[in-house]
């Protein structure tokens, strides 16, 4: 204990300051402020109710009231409202102000409140309205929230409950001047996907947004692309989901640091697949499938169609192969080269794209199986391109003029329309690929 005067409890208690101070200015008139020695001094009146009585009795009614509103409001139990108005983090009875602030104006439905009650005492418990509502009022400003949206947002986020106005307001201005979400409907998007992004810390944000920008090497406007497509990214831990991926695609399969970068810009969902449960299984399963033989085979693969690593095996990939195979008669190497060059046929629907696509080759085109064939073989993206948008009018704009599209080269179906055009334009002057000997 510090010795000088200025800490020590040896002086004169306040009662002698102030009867001391009393006397000089020559008035007792503070005396009356001593404690009395006599117990009789304030007799109590037992007809009365003491303070504390009072405030027990009117915490009792209160309390009652409050449990009254959760009851009716709400639904809830005896039990379970009395279970919450006697959580230790209640910070007001007045239950009624509460339940009609997060009813009407953060759009929670009686059974959502509810379940936010039941499941998330202690945050319901300590909500401040004085500090909620400029939250509140300030993310729906922000980002144009309706009533349902702001719940939808505090359902799957809680905790925003208790989040605090200037700390929501430099999350948002970190997302939209570092991280590029720079327009109002790309941050809805964001965060009304992933209301957990805003309970993120700024160190967080910044950890997390330096390695997909230095580490990965994504421009801001690829990082921000990939946010868009699979906003749940950024919330992935980075040394325990994201790294241990990469790694393995990197290390296991054999893609190099510029492929890599370029596979999670354009399919940002290939972070998202368990390495364990997913993408090693169903690499050994494509490469039995496609018979590919070498580590450059699996890798060409995986760029240029990355979807192959998590749609169905049994129910697309499988199915999809074999009827390639059985149409068009394919051998192992076949189906090898078709997978190689043109892996996206296997992205579309059998029964409403390639079945379609196939026939009309046939009776209307007029190709025979083997000229099929052949001709998918050597220009797969024949099986890719729509059949009404870009086939169908191709085909019948040759046949008006005059031109059998099964002469013409099949490189025709991939050219623009404006270069598809002067195509045609070429022909009509020079010579004609036309149905007349």
């Given at each position: 204990?510090?010795?000088?005067?200025?800490?020590?409890?040896?002086?004169?208690?306040?009662?002698?300051?102030?009867?001391?101070?009393?006397?000089?200015?020559?008035?007792?008139?503070?005396?009356?402020?001593?404690?009395?020695?006599?117990?009789?001094?304030?007799?109590?009146?037992?007809?009365?109710?003491?303070?504390?009585?009072?405030?027990?009795?009117?915490?009792?009614?209160?309390?009652?009231?409050?449990?009254?509103?959760?009851?009716?409001?709400?639904?809830?139990?005896?039990?379970?409202?009395?279970?919450?108005?006697?959580?230790?983090?209640?910070?007001?009875?007045?239950?009624?102000?509460?339940?009609?602030?997060?009813?009407?104006?953060?759009?929670?439905?009686?059974?959502?409140?509810?379940?936010?009650?039941?499941?998330?005492?202690?945050?319901?418990?300590?909500?401040?309205?004085?500090?909620?509502?400029?939250?509140?009022?300030?993310?729906?400003?922000?980002?144009?929230?309706?009533?349902?949206?702001?719940?939808?947002?505090?359902?799957?986020?809680?905790?925003?409950?208790?989040?605090?106005?200037?700390?929501?307001?430099?999350?948002?201005?970190?997302?939209?001047?570092?991280?590029?979400?720079?327009?109002?409907?790309?941050?809805?998007?964001?965060?009304?996907?992933?209301?957990?992004?805003?309970?993120?810390?700024?160190?967080?944000?910044?950890?997390?947004?330096?390695?997909?920008?230095?580490?990965?090497?994504?421009?801001?406007?690829?990082?921000?692309?990939?946010?868009?497509?699979?906003?749940?990214?950024?919330?992935?831990?980075?040394?325990?989901?994201?790294?241990?991926?990469?790694?393995?695609?990197?290390?296991?399969?054999?893609?190099?640091?510029?492929?890599?970068?370029?596979?999670?810009?354009?399919s940002p969902q290939i972070l998202t697949c368990s390495i364990e449960t997913n993408v090693k299984p169903t690499i050994q399963k494509i490469k039995k499938l496609f018979h590919l033989k070498r580590r450059d085979d699996i890798v060409r693969v995986i760029t240029l169609f990355?979807?192959?690593?998590?749609?169905?095996?049994?129910?697309?990939?499988?199915?999809?192969?074999?009827?390639?195979?059985?149409?068009?008669?394919?051998?192992?190497?076949?189906?090898?080269?078709?997978?190689?060059?043109?892996?996206?046929?296997?992205?579309?629907?059998?029964?409403?794209?390639?079945?379609?696509?196939?026939?009309?080759?046939?009776?209307?085109?007029?190709?025979?199986?083997?000229?099929?064939?052949?001709?998918?073989?050597?220009?797969?993206?024949?099986?890719?391109?729509?059949?009404?948008?870009?086939?169908?009018?191709?085909?019948?704009?040759?046949?008006?003029?005059?031109?059998?599209?099964?002469?013409?080269?099949?490189?025709?179906?991939?050219?623009?329309?404006?270069?598809?055009?002067?195509?045609?334009?070429?022909?009509?002057?020079?010579?004609?690929?036309?149905?007349?000997?």
């Open positions: 204990m510090c010795g000088c005067k200025r800490h020590s409890f040896a002086g004169p208690t306040i009662y002698e300051r102030a009867e001391t101070f009393g006397k000089k200015r020559g008035k007792g008139r503070l005396n009356k402020f001593k404690p009395s020695d006599d117990k009789n001094d304030y007799p109590a009146d037992e007809s009365l109710p003491t303070p504390r009585a009072r405030n027990s009795e009117s915490e009792q009614v209160r309390r009652e009231q409050a449990m009254q509103t959760l009851k009716k409001e709400l639904s809830l139990t005896r039990s379970d409202a009395a279970f919450f108005l006697s959580h230790p983090f209640l910070l007001s009875l007045d239950m009624s102000s509460k339940v009609w602030y997060l009813r009407n104006e953060m759009g929670l439905s009686r059974s959502k409140l509810r379940s936010m009650i039941i499941q998330h005492p202690k945050l319901v418990a300590s909500v401040f309205l004085q500090d909620l509502q400029p939250t509140v009022e300030f993310l729906k400003s922000e980002l144009n929230l309706s009533a349902s949206e702001m719940s939808a947002v505090a359902v799957a986020n809680p905790r925003i409950l208790r989040y605090y106005r200037n700390d929501v307001r430099r999350k948002l201005a970190y997302l939209r001047l570092e991280v590029g979400l720079v327009d109002v409907a790309m941050l809805r998007k964001v965060i009304l996907s992933q209301p957990k992004i805003l309970g993120y810390g700024l160190d967080t944000f910044q950890s997390k947004v330096a390695f997909y920008k230095e580490e990965l090497g994504l421009d801001t406007e690829k990082f921000v692309k990939m946010l868009l497509v699979k906003p749940e990214i950024f919330c992935y831990s980075i040394d325990d989901n994201v790294k241990p991926t990469i790694a393995f695609f990197l290390d296991e399969v054999g893609l190099s640091p510029k492929q890599m970068t370029a596979l999670v810009a354009r990355p979807q192959v690593i998590w749609l169905s095996f049994e129910k697309n990939l499988a199915p999809k192969t074999e009827f390639l195979r059985t149409s068009l008669n394919l051998s192992d190497e076949e189906v090898r080269r078709l997978m190689l060059t043109m892996p996206q046929v296997l992205g579309l629907s059998m029964e409403k794209n390639l079945m379609p696509k196939m026939s009309y080759y046939i009776e209307v085109v007029q190709y025979d199986e083997e000229e099929l064939r052949e001709n998918i073989l050597a220009q797969p993206s024949l099986l890719v391109h729509s059949l009404e948008k870009r086939i169908k009018p191709r085909v019948e704009k040759l046949a008006r003029m005059n031109f059998q599209f099964r002469y013409c080269p099949m490189h025709i179906l991939g050219f623009t329309d404006i270069a598809f055009e002067k195509w045609v334009e070429r022909q009509k002057n020079t010579w004609s690929i036309t149905t007349e000997d």
